[in-house]
């Protein structure tokens, strides 16, 4: 029901933008929150956004470098990473859940299969 595209390989100093699409009801009740996995590593907030797109959070190492919103209409997610680095390589996840206290911690109802972002410096 949560479904990432987007990702890839790209240099060090590269944009990228992951799309998340949702076919969840109700989609426009959610906070969406992007996670990330790097290799060898327990997967991580990144950053998320309330159902009406007017509020965010990021990890500190990302903010400033990556931008999430939202279009409800469509029912996607995007999250734009800029001046990428290789420690952002990662396998990346969007995930929908109700509460905003759970998902910034990681509790969802909903999670994507992920997608791989590979930064080679």
């Known amino acids: 029901q949560l479904v990432e595209s987007g990702g890839g390989l790209v240099q060090a100093g590269d944009s990228l933008r992951l799309s998340c699409a949702a076919s969840i009801d109700f989609f426009t009740s959610y906070n969406i929150g992007w996670f990330r996995q790097p290799p060898g590593k327990a997967r991580e907030f990144v950053a998320a956004i309330d159902p009406s797109g007017t509020s965010d959070y990021y990890e500190p190492s990302v903010k400033g470098r990556f931008f999430i919103s939202r279009d409800n209409d469509k029912n996607m997610v995007y999250l734009q990473m800029n001046s990428l680095k290789s420690e952002d390589t990662a396998i990346y996840y969007c995930?929908?859940?109700?509460?905003?206290?759970?998902?910034?911690?990681?509790?969802?109802?909903?999670w994507g299969e992920g997608i791989q972002v590979t930064v080679s410096s």
């Open positions: 995930a929908g859940e109700s509460n905003w206290g759970r998902i910034i911690y990681g509790l969802a109802e909903y």
